[in-house]
């Protein structure tokens, strides 16, 4: 019998991208989105992993999932 990856990374699902509109047992941690302004909850992985780009580049790079989707459209559109 074959297995997947997932089979054997199950345990390791905290170490994923996700993001929610609300808190959540996981997402317990805040971040606004540098576009919109939106605020999104995420873990502790990203959260640590974002809050270490910020104090290094005191720049916010964290885009929700909506103007990701809108910067795709935007420079699909040839302009």
């Known amino acids: 019998m074959e297995r997947t990856r997932s ?3 199950a345990d390791q ?3 994923y991208r996700m993001t929610t ?3 959540a047992t996981q997402n317990q941690n805040v971040l606004y989105c540098s576009s919109c302004g939106e605020s999104v909850f995420v873990n502790d992985l990203i959260f640590g992993n974002l809050s270490k780009v910020i104090d ?6 964290f885009l929700c999932e909506d103007c990701i989707r809108a910067n ?5 559109s040839g302009f």
């Open 56 to 61: 290094e580049t005191l720049e916010n790079p």
């Open 21 to 23: 509109g609300y808190q």
């Open 7 to 9: 089979n054997y990374d």
């Open 72 to 76: 795709e459209e935007f420079g699909y």
């Open 13 to 15: 699902d905290d170490k």
